[in-house]
C-alpha cells in the first residue's frame, strides 16, 4: 500500500520502518527533518509537507498531542484539506476523545475514512512490531487497513465502530497503569516503613498474584528510586489522565482514583517533579509516611 | 515431622492433606469435628481439643479472623497453654499485625516459637500444593520448619524476622488486589458507557499490559457481573482493608487508596452486598455512572 | 455615572435597578428584551445591541457562563469592539479564571479598563442592594468605579490589581460552600441514620460553632429533603466545581475537596439529578448509607 | 443537689466551679490533687477516691479520653461499683460510641442511670458557664439533672433518649469542624499562590458567607500559620475522627470527609507535627501546592 507517515519520533520511526520492511511504500514527515533522512536510508521517500504525505490511499499519524494531531489534521494545508476523497487517515496518537469525535466529522465532511489505532507498547515495542494495536472504525475501512496493523504489532484488537472508543480505550489502559502506580507506591510505603526490604517485597508481587509487566516495570521502578531518565514523564502522565477524566465526564461518570490520581501529579508537579517518570507519584506515599 | 494441625476449613483440608501425603504425621483439630473425619480417611489422627493437637513438635494454625486466632492461641486450654517448651507455633491465618505482636510476645514469654506463615493463593492451591508462603520469623526456627512449608507450596519467601511482617505483607496483598478490583469498576463503567464490551475490554487488557491472574480472574467476575457465589465476600474485603489500614495507622503511614476502597465496602455492605464476592464493589462504579 | 447594564437575569436585574434608584443613568441591554421593558419602567434606556449599552463611561456586565461573556465582549459588535477607548468593563459575572485572563488582555490591548466585581448574594441580595462585591483591577480604575458597588451591595473586598483574582475568589466561595454542603449530608446521614432527628440536629449546629448562613440555608434544605425547585441547579454547582479545578490545576495546587465534590456532582448528574438544587449532593451520602 | 465531680482538667475545673457557684455542693476528685485544692478554695470537698465522689445522688465525669474513662467507671473501686442504686452518672468525656454503650449498659445492670452529656466549647466557655450541652438518656432522668446542665452551659440540646447519641453528636461536631479546617487549608493554598492576602480572604468569608465562630478561629491560625501552642493537639484531632469513623463504621455509614481527614491527620503525624494545632493539616495543603 502507499502510505504517508506523519510524525517519525520515538514511536513513529519504528513504526513506519516496519510498513517499509513489509513491502510498503512510504512518504515520510516530521516537522524537524532531520528524522526523516534516517527513515529514507531504509527506503522511504522524503515527504516535505503535510500534503506530500497525503498523495497515497493512507495517511497514518503518530503525534505528541492533541495541538499537534489537530493542526497536522484540521491546519491550512492538513490532512483534511490536502487528502484525496476515499482516502483514510489512520491515527495512532494518544489524543482526547474529544478531539477524536471531531477529527472524525471532519474526514466524514470531506468525504475521507477515519480510523483510530492508537497502541500499547513502548518505543522497544515498536520496533520489534510488537505493539499492540487498539483500532475502532467503519468495519469495511478497518478490514482495509488491517493489513497495516499486521506489520506494526502483534495483535490487533478492534473496540467500536466509533474510532473515539479506540481512543477512550487507550486512555483507559494509561488510567489503569496509573492506578498500578499508585497502589505500588502505597504498599511499599507501607511494608517498607515496617522494615520488609522494597526489592524482595515486589519480587514476591510479581512472582505471585501480580505477574504482569506493569507490576514489574513499575515495582521495579519504585522500589529502587529510578526516577530519571524518565520512561514517560509526569507531565504526560497528568495530561493523560486529565484526558480520562474529560472523557469520562462527557459522559457522566465520576472515577475516584482518577481523582486522587490527578491530584498526585499536581502536587509531585507543583515540587518540581514534572520531568521525573511518572512513577515518582510514589515518592508522595513515602512523604506523607514520613519516610 | 509431628505436625499438630488446627482449622480444617477450605484452606487448612488442603494444607494438612499434603502434610499427610508428604509423610509428616498429622493430628488434627476443628471446632466443627465433621472435618476431622475426612482427614482420619487420609491417615490423621483425631484430636480431641487444641491441647491434643499440641503434642508434636509442632502446631500450625488456619483459622477465620483474629478472634479465633486469639482464643485458640490464648484461651485456657489453648496453644500457649499447652504446647511444650520449645515447641513451635506456625500461624498461617490472616490476622492483624497488633493479634501477631502479642502472640509472639505470649509464645516467647512461655519458651516456645512462633513463626507467622501466611499464604496467597485460593482453596484449589492448597489442595493442589500451589500456594505461595510468605514467611517470618527467627532464622533457626524458620529453617527448622521450611520442609513443612515445601509440601504445601510452590514457593516460599521469607520477609523478615520480625513474624508480624508477614501478616503485613499478606495483608498488603490483599489491599493491591481490591485496588485492582476497584480500577476495574471504574474502567469497566466508563468503556462499558461508552458502548464498548466489557468482556472483549477485559481480554484486551489480560492480553497485553495487565496479564496477571488478578486482572483476569476480577475482571471476569465483573464483566459478566457474576458476584454470586462469592469466592471471598464483601465483608471478609472489609475486614481485610480495615487490618491494613490499622497497621498503617500504627506505622502512621497513610493508604489514601485504602480510605477509598473501605468506603466502597461500607457502601456495598449498607446495601445488602456483604455476601457478594468482594469484586461487587464494581457495581458502585456503574450505579455512581447511572448504568 | 453614564452605565450600559449587560444581563438583566434574577442578579442582573437586581442590580441595574438599583443602580437607577441612586441616579445613575442605566443603558440595559438583554438577550431577551421582555426584560428590558421591566427595567425602562424605572427609568432605564433600552439598549437594543451590545454597542447600545457601550456609549457610557462604564459597561457592567452579569450574565451566565463563560460562553455568554466570551460572546458579549470578544465577538463581533461587542463590547471590546464597542466600547470607546478610556471606558471601562466591570464583569460580575461568575466566570473562569482563563477567561478573565483573556478579557483583560483584550480590553488593555483596545485602550480600554477592566475591572472584575463578582458578587456574593443570592438574588434577593441583589434586589435589597446587600450584595458583597469581590473587586480587583487597576487601582485608579477601582476607584473610579467604586461609587457603583457601594450602590448595588453591602460591603467591598478589593483582593489584588489583577482582575482575575477576584474571579479566583469567587470561585473559592463557591468551593467552600459545597464543602459544607457536602460536610453536612454526611454528618447528617450519620446522626440520622442513628436515630437523631436531622432537623433538630441541624438547629443544634446553627446555634452553637456553625451559626453561619451557609450552614442554615444548606442544613435545612437537607434536613427537610428541599431540592426543588433549585435556588442554585446542581449542573450549575458542577461547573463552579469545575472552574474551580481548572484554576488551580493551572496554578498547580491540589484540592482534594474539590476532586471529591465534582465526583459527586458528576454522579447526581448521572442519575437524572441535575435540575436539583446543588445540596442534593447530600442525597448520595444517605444512598452510600442504605438509607 | 450533692454532685460528685471526677476531672478537674481545663474544662472540668471551669465546670465544677460554676456547680458551686449555683449552690450545688461538689465532693471534687482528680487524679492529680492538685487541681482539687483549688476548688476546694471555692467551697468544695476533697474526694480522695472515686468512690469518696460517689456518695451524693450524682457524679458526672470530664476525663481525656476512653481509657480513663473506662477505668474510671468500670475499673475496681469505680463508679458502678461504688455508686449506690437509683445515683446518675453524667458522662461529659468525649468517648466512643462503643464505650457509651458498654457504660449504659453497665449501669443499668447495677441499677444505676447514665446520662450522656457532652459539651461544645472551650475552656473559656466552661469558665464562663457557656458551654453547649448536648444531653441524651432517659427522660425523667435528663429531667432532674437538667438543673445542673443550666448552670455550667447557655443551653442544653436533648438529642435521643439513646446516651450514645449525644457522643455521636459530639464526635460529629468534630468532623465537622476539622473539614472547615481542610477546607480554609485547600481555598487559602489556592488563592494565596495567585496573589491573594490570606489575611484579607479570611475577613472576606467571615465577613459575608462564612461568618461562624469555627471560620472565624480556624481562618485567622490558617492566615497566620500559628499553629503552636496548640488549642487541640492534631494528635487529639486524629482520635475524635478516628472515633467518628469507627461510630460510622458500626452503622455501615461511609464518610469520604472523614477518609480524607484521617489521612491528613496521619500525615501531619508522620512528619512530626502531632504536638501543633490540629489546624495545622492546612500544612499540608500548602506543601502538596509546592508552597
Redesign the interface.
Known amino acids: 500500500m502507499h502510505v504517508g507517515f506523519i510524525g517519525l519520533g520515538n514511536m513513529g520511526s519504528g513504526m513506519a520502518a516496519n510498513l517499509l520492511k513489509a513491502g510498503h511504500t512510504v512518504a515520510a514527515y516530521n516537522r524537524s527533518a532531520v528524522k526523516v533522512d534516517a527513515l529514507v536510508q531504509l527506503g522511504a521517500t522524503a515527504a516535505h509537507t503535510v500534503a506530500d504525505a497525503c498523495r497515497g490511499d493512507v495517511v497514518q499519524t503518530m503525534l505528541a498531542d492533541d495541538d499537534a494531531v489537530e493542526s497536522v489534521t484540521l491546519g491550512p494545508g492538513g490532512i483534511v484539506a490536502s487528502l484525496p476523497p476515499g482516502g483514510t487517515h489512520i491515527s495512532s496518537s494518544t489524543v482526547s476523545v474529544a478531539l477524536a469525535r471531531r477529527l472524525a466529522a471532519a474526514h466524514a465532511e470531506a468525504g475521507q475514512s477515519y480510523v483510530a489505532a492508537p497502541v500499547?507498547g513502548r518505543p522497544e515495542a515498536a520496533a520489534a512490531a510488537k505493539l499492540?494495536v487498539?483500532a475502532a472504525g467503519a468495519p469495511a475501512v478497518l478490514e482495509r487497513v488491517t493489513p497495516l496493523f499486521d506489520v506494526i504489532g502483534q495483535?490487533t484488537?478492534v473496540?467500536?465502530e466509533?474510532p473515539?472508543?479506540a481512543n477512550?480505550?487507550k486512555l483507559?489502559?494509561n488510567?489503569?497503569?496509573a492506578?498500578?502506580i499508585?497502589?505500588?507506591g502505597?504498599?511499599i510505603?507501607?511494608?517498607g516503613?515496617?522494615?520488609?526490604?522494597p526489592v524482595?517485597?515486589v519480587?514476591?508481587?510479581t512472582?505471585?498474584?501480580?505477574?504482569?509487566?506493569?507490576?514489574a516495570t513499575y515495582g521495579d521502578l519504585i522500589a529502587r528510586k529510578r526516577y530519571e531518565p524518565a520512561g514517560f514523564a509526569a507531565t504526560l502522565g497528568l495530561k493523560d489522565v486529565?484526558l480520562?477524566l474529560q472523557?469520562?465526564?462527557e459522559?457522566?461518570?465520576?472515577?475516584?482514583?482518577?481523582?486522587?490520581l490527578?491530584?498526585?501529579f499536581?502536587?509531585l508537579?507543583?515540587?518540581?517533579g514534572g520531568q521525573l517518570d511518572w512513577s515518582a507519584i510514589a515518592t508522595l506515599?513515602e512523604?506523607?509516611?514520613?519516610l
Open positions: 500499547f499492540f487498539i495483535r484488537f473496540v467500536s466509533q473515539y472508543n477512550l480505550v483507559s489502559g488510567f489503569l497503569l492506578t498500578v499508585e497502589s505500588l502505597e504498599a510505603a507501607l511494608v516503613k515496617a522494615g520488609v526490604d524482595s517485597y519480587d514476591i508481587l512472582s505471585t498474584l501480580f505477574s504482569a509487566p506493569a507490576y486529565r480520562a472523557a469520562a465526564e459522559l457522566a461518570v465520576p472515577l475516584p482514583l482518577g481523582s486522587l490527578r491530584d498526585r499536581l502536587s508537579l507543583a515540587n518540581g506515599s512523604r506523607d509516611a514520613g
